[in-house]
């Protein structure tokens, strides 16, 4: 999944994302839309996260994009944590920041 995510950040499409990892086109698009549709709250956990495990860090500079900003600051966030020695792999961290709610599909907006 983050080499989906990062190949989608690079520009790279949903198919030859899927090709590449050797799974449906339809599986790479889904995962695509959650975390992008997702992507503000994402920034938001993993902001807070960074900041609650490294108070010192500079800010997180935006990038321009909402999949960006959401994978940098998960990156900041991840990086954090692991400073500090806590023995968990990118993914349990992730899971951990997010609630495991990464791919959970957004609710619609009221209003």
């Known amino acids: 999944m983050t080499t989906a995510l990062l190949a989608a950040h690079a520009g790279t499409g949903h198919r030859a994302i899927a090709a590449d990892l050797a799974v449906p ?3 790479v698009r889904r995962w695509l ?3 992008t549709a ?9 902001v807070r996260w960074a900041h609650e495990f490294d108070p010192l860090q500079s800010a997180i500079q935006p990038t321009g994009s909402a999949l960006a900003d959401a994978l ?11 400073r500090l020695g806590v023995a ?8 951990r920041i997010t609630g495991g709610q990464l791919l959970t599909p957004s609710w619609p907006s009221s209003g």
Not at 72 to 82: F, K, L, P, Q
Not at 88 to 95: E, H, K, M, S, V
């Open 25 to 27: 086109a339809d599986t």
């Open 33 to 35: 839309r959650r975390v």
């Open 38 to 46: 997702r992507a503000g709250w994402l920034s938001r956990q993993a």
């Open 72 to 82: 940098s600051a998960i990156g900041h966030a991840v990086m954090a944590i692991r």
């Open 88 to 95: 968990a792999t990118p993914w349990q961290l992730i899971g």
